[in-house]
């Protein structure tokens, strides 16, 4: 036993070398995550052990000069969690996010993850996680399609044509290999076209550009919908085709009758109660409620029209199950699919073996023997 | 503009070098950063801005065979903030931590500083954080007795022979010259007459190795209380000198007309709000409340014999007046010194500096141009 602590460092570039965008292994690792939750061996923050993340708030105004202020996407995180299972790691995901990085040729967030020792804290790795985060988010919906899809969908379509949304359809069309059809509504038609061509390349599949929600929608057997959270696209139902599995990883509204006419599955219970009490202690939660992706259903469940979200299927019950899911081609089925930490966490572990494997990366030392003891 | 991105990491060692032991510096930037607290220009975690951070709870006990469980100091924890005045940057201090660290040479806590752009977001330094960490917090009553003070005051006591205790005493002695005498009591005999033997060669005072608490408070101008929160050290104010300074770092009980015959200074009355909001959502308030430093007071507060914590005295808003605060020399005067994450980035920023200036570290890239944009 030595006092020495040292960890690997790992710049974007080294994550891309130790294969950080392999979407299948992502889809993989992140089932593997779902399932975790599903066990429940894992934790993350705040008083019921399922927060998203503590964020700096910064304010509407302020009186000093130099203090940042709220914007579109203005905000400092920190995801802490401990990821049971085979991985066994605590760690956590820290990033700043501001829409003006983007003029400076900067991300909109910029990610890190550390993943510690469980048991004395060390940092086992500090790693780049642009691509962590955009993989694992996209990796999600996938997971949603290869339990909750049907072997025979054959339009995708998706909402949104930014980098998310573009995550999200790599994942899906790489699960699903039945999909021969590929429809993309953004507001800006020519992202729409640019993310059509590229896909098209990647994947041969057919690709459409709709004109319009309503033409995304309609005939699509699955839906994914990865527009910003701070402008949520409207879901109209009569667009939607019976039985249509919609995969939510954005901001989204639908009508009631929408949500109610539709199975729910959820990633994490747990972490939706999270919000919804963090939103109630702002003293205005309905308000609240619409900048969280489960705005909708939190109102529902505070009306009592949804039931407590305890009662909700959950995808990670779902994937632990042997036998397959049977959709019920008569609803609609949502899963909402948020970030948590645990994500980051898994496939960060993944990618971190790879690298130590593959020599990827610096050997930093914190200490050869600690000054203080 | 260039979208590339490089950071500083700095070991343990390299922190030393930059002068992250620099006593006297370290006081005049936590003082600094109390006046900023005092204006407001600040941010941190939670629903209130206020918070401590953000804690993994580790369960007591679990059917997961590899999840850590809540023990002595167990904890995994993320701290938040934004710092303004002339600092301007966000960053974060993590850690782990645990007690059986200390039988593998190990620190009891591993802890880590990131400071990150305030308006990119981009990492501008990674840091060991363990001499940050006790620096800032041995820092914090110094500042205390710098405000709150006597200019005579000759025998400074403390409870508790541990590093904080250390760190706290180092800081008072380097502030407060007056003071000729130093007794501690530790509930282990040796380790108090180790510390003592360390600071009289240090400091050239006196040094006292009390055989009891009340040996140790009797005829003392200055009490540091830095005991663990594991082990609050029960105060009894009988022996008490009139007109003392309790400084409180550590766990401490007393009882309630010890704190109703006190004038009470806060370091940040809305973090000790976030504390009891924090301790009410468990549904056990009292309960938490003895796990927390400021847990007396909140008793009191709830049961309305103290006032509401915005009335209280802040240290940062008597540091900030021009005139030198005048001690009540019949009441007892107890300055509660909390760990606040803008402490750590102060102390950080200024150790960043100077290992700028002097070339110490290692420059990390993070990427030379982003692969996601």
Redesign the interface.
């Known amino acids: 036993?030595?006092?020495r602590?040292e960890f690997l460092?790992l710049?974007?570039?080294d994550m891309?070398k130790a294969g950080v965008q392999d979407i299948s292994s992502c889809i993989d690792i992140i089932d593997e995550v779902y399932k975790i939750i599903g066990?429940?061996?894992y934790?993350?923050?705040?008083?019921n052990?399922n927060?998203h993340?503590?964020?700096?708030?910064?304010?509407k105004e302020s009186k000093?000069k130099?203090?940042?202020l709220d914007g579109p996407d203005r905000r400092?995180?920190?995801m802490?969690?401990?990821l049971?299972g085979r991985f066994?790691i605590?760690g956590?995901k820290?990033?700043?996010?501001?829409v003006?990085?983007?003029e400076?040729?900067?991300?909109r967030?910029?990610l890190?993850v550390?993943l510690?020792?469980?048991?004395?804290?060390?940092?086992l790795a500090?790693m780049?996680a642009?691509?962590i985060s955009?993989m694992r988010t996209g990796a999600s919906p996938a997971v949603g399609v290869r339990h909750l899809g049907n072997k025979d969908s054959t339009r995708l379509a998706a909402i949104g044509a930014g980098?998310i949304s573009r995550a999200c359809i790599r994942s899906i069309l790489t699960e699903s290999k039945s999909i021969t059809e590929l429809v993309i509504y953004d507001l800006f038609e020519d992202k729409s076209k640019h993310l059509i061509e590229q896909m098209e390349k990647e994947f041969g599949v057919k690709g459409i550009v709709a004109k319009s929600t309503e033409e995304a929608l309609k005939e699509s057997d699955i839906i994914s919908v990865a527009a910003s959270r701070l402008r949520p696209v409207n879901i109209n139902p009569e667009f939607l085709k019976e039985g249509a599995l919609i995969l939510q990883t954005g901001g989204m509204t639908a009508p009631d009758d929408y949500w109610l006419n539709s199975d729910i599955v959820l990633d994490n219970p747990l972490m939706h109660k999270a919000y919804m009490?963090?939103a109630k202690?702002?003293g205005d939660a309905e308000n609240t409620y619409k900048e969280i992706m489960g705005g909708n259903i939190y109102s529902l469940v505070d009306r009592k029209e949804l039931p407590d979200l305890n009662e909700f299927k959950t995808l990670g019950e779902i994937a632990l199950k042997e036998e397959t899911y049977t959709r019920n081609k008569k609803r609609f089925t949502h899963f909402i699919s948020g970030g948590q930490a645990v994500f980051d966490l898994g496939w960060s572990f993944e990618i971190y073996k790879r690298a130590l494997e593959k020599n990827i990366g610096?050997k930093?030392?914190?200490?050869?023997?600690?000054?203080?003891?």
């Open positions: 036993m030595t006092a602590v460092y710049s974007e570039e891309i066990q429940g061996d934790l993350m923050g705040g008083v052990g927060s993340g503590v964020k700096l708030q910064f304010p000093f130099n203090m940042p400092f995180m920190a802490v969690a401990y049971g066994g605590c956590e820290w990033y700043g996010s501001n003006d990085n983007i400076k040729g900067l991300p967030s910029i890190m550390v510690n020792d469980a048991i004395t804290g060390a940092p500090i780049s642009n691509l955009s980098p009490e963090d202690r702002t610096q930093l030392l914190l200490w050869d023997k600690p000054a203080g003891v």
